[in-house]
């Protein structure tokens, strides 16, 4: 297989920490010019040390002025584009669908799904003028079949699903190919949150709750996040030339969400 990405030019939201720096360390590691972007700026000031290479920005990807001011920075540091990965995203409520706050519903689209067509975008014009990339958008297993008391992130992470597609489908003619990773359960800081915010929900211990969520797993296991950004390497590189328009699960086979 050909898994060179090196001389890519390549964005990374949410670059700073979790699956983001994990894909962001990969793409530098094989060679890649990559800049990253993230809402914590003492996540970013880290980065310094772990990634020295790459160009930082601060920004809120749901702010499409702030996401302006990211791609006029990168642009000074990459001189071009080629690979977009949209990993940017917050858990949302947890909550019955009755109960979300609107609040919470809109902030969660907004990061979730808004802060991905705006960096989208504004990557096309600057892939066509590459000739041709790769766009990757985060959704989750959560997009591919729902998740009690999680609609704002659910409803977010179909929806990018369906923006994929019709991307795919709009921007193949420019050489540009666009695929949903889809994310299941992964190790890490995230997760352990959500776990917790849904055991305090249901008035468990967050142990029943890690459980569960095993259980619900064919391999009975959770993701390295090393393991999604070898994902994103193959899928940037030329022996993923001919995939695009893909919903990309990498969950150990999730059979439901309970």
Not at 159 to 171: F, N, P, S, V, Y
């Amino acid at each position: 297989m050909q898994l060179s990405v090196e001389g890519l030019k390549v964005l990374i939201t949410a670059g700073a920490s979790g699956i983001g720096f994990q894909v962001a360390q990969r793409f530098v590691e094989n060679g890649s010019l990559v800049h990253i972007c993230d809402v914590d700026s003492l996540m970013l000031e880290q980065c310094s040390d772990l990634l020295p290479q790459a160009g930082k920005t601060l920004c809120d990807v749901s702010d499409p002025l702030q996401v302006e001011e990211l791609f006029s920075k990168a642009d000074q540091h990459l001189g071009g584009l080629d690979v977009l990965v949209n990993v940017a995203g917050i858990a949302g409520p947890t909550a019955r669908v009755d109960q979300v706050k609107p609040a919470d519903w809109d902030r969660t689209i907004a990061v979730d799904l808004n802060g991905q067509f705006y960096c989208a975008r504004l990557a096309v014009p600057r892939l066509i003028r590459s000739g041709g990339g790769s766009i990757l958008n985060f959704s989750s297993c959560s997009g591919l079949m729902g998740s009690p008391y999680r609609s704002p992130y659910c409803a977010a992470k179909w929806a990018i699903i369906g923006l994929t597609k019709t991307m795919a489908m709009e921007l193949g003619q420019f050489g540009i190919r666009v695929n949903a990773i889809c994310p299941g359960i992964v190790e890490g800081e995230r997760m352990e949150k959500v776990i917790k915010t849904d055991a305090a929900h249901k008035g468990v211990d967050p142990e029943e709750i890690r459980q569960a969520y095993l259980q619900s797993v064919s391999m009975g296991i959770f993701v390295d996040p090393g393991e999604i950004a070898d994902l994103a390497i193959f899928l940037c590189s030329n022996s993923g030339k001919s995939i695009s328009g893909q919903a990309l699960g990498i969950d150990g086979n999730i059979e439901i969400l309970r």
